[in-house]
């Protein structure tokens, strides 16, 4: 099988909150593959420092910022093949804590974000012939987390979407899949493995006894924004070090 199967040569691709660890590591890897990349973020200075081909700035918790930042992106790029909806926010606290303006705040980046930027982007692809947008949901999509209750929603909802967009879109040549992360190590996560102790309990509990650095992440991504994943659509693949593979529960590991 050949290894072009999964070059991006060509591509115009689209990546927001891609100043963040991931976002970043995206931007350097769909680089490599061969992808002209427009990195978003929240400043063009936080843009600017994922080293893409381009940069844009603005806040996605704008719908009119999400029209916006496609218009900008379609005229300075030439057009655009691949959407990566990446930028995210979390604000962790228990459920007696979270405020109207918390929820609100997460929902908009998290979720409003990712279908407003979508569906700027649908005329652009649908006239080029097709496309595809690659979602940055999370494994929290999938389980219930302490402090994390309206975060975890919103990735629920994104898987969610990821599937209507597909089937919605896909008259149009357009595919829609979408990541769920586990931890990364970043300082998104550091309140879960920033103490000995805490790490530990990860090293204890993940069947790879270890948490997933950033770069771990990018093959899936550039995976499905290629053509290797051509018949793919509307699905969600979990990147968990074999996490959902079921827990150690006869003890074997120890055996
Ligand atoms: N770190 C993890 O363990 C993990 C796991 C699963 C999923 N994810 C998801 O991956 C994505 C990236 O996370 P990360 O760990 O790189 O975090 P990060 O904080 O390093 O990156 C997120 C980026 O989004 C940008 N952003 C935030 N609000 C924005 C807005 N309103 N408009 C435009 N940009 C905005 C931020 O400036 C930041 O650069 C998020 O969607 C997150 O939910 C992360």
């Known amino acids: 099988m050949s290894t072009d199967l ?4 060509g591509k ?17 890897g769909m680089t490599a593959a061969g992808a002209i990349v427009g990195a ?12 893409g081909a381009f940069a844009f700035g603005g806040d996605l918790s704008d719908v009119e910022a999400c029209r916006a930042l496609v218009a900008e992106a379609d005229a300075a790029m030439g057009g655009i093949d691949v959407l990566v909806n990446c930028a995210g926010i979390n604000r962790r606290k228990p459920i007696d804590d979270v405020t109207a303006e918390d929820f609100d705040a997460i929902v908009s980046v998290n979720m409003r974000a990712v279908f407003f930027t979508s569906q700027a982007v649908h005329p652009i692809m649908t006239a080029r012939g097709g496309g595809t947008i ?7 999509a999938r389980f219930g987390y302490n402090t994390i209750s309206v975060y975890a929603a919103t990735k629920a909802a994104v898987t969610s979407m990821t599937r209507s967009f597909a089937r919605e879109w896909v008259k149009d040549g357009i595919r829609v899949n979408c ?4 931890v990364v190590k ?13 790490e530990r309990w990860f ?8 948490l997933m650095d ?4 990018v093959g899936a991504v550039i995976f499905l924004a290629s053509g290797a994943s051509s018949y793919i659509t509307g699905q969600s693949i979990t990147i968990d070090g074999g996490l959902l593979a079921g827990a150690d529960w006869d003890g074997y590991a120890d055996s």
């Open 6 to 9: 999964f070059s991006l040569a």
């Open 12 to 28: 115009n691709v689209l990546i927001t909150g891609a100043g963040g660890v991931i976002g970043g590591e995206l931007t350097r």
């Open 40 to 51: 978003q973020d929240l400043t063009i200075e936080r843009a600017q420092a994922a080293d």
């Open 134 to 140: 690659v979602n940055i949901s999370s494994m929290s």
């Open 179 to 182: 990541i769920e992360p586990s």
């Open 186 to 198: 970043t300082e998104f996560t550091k309140p879960l493995w920033g103490e000995p102790h805490r």
């Open 203 to 210: 090293a204890d509990n993940m069947p790879m006894g270890r």
């Open 214 to 217: 950033p770069p771990e992440l």
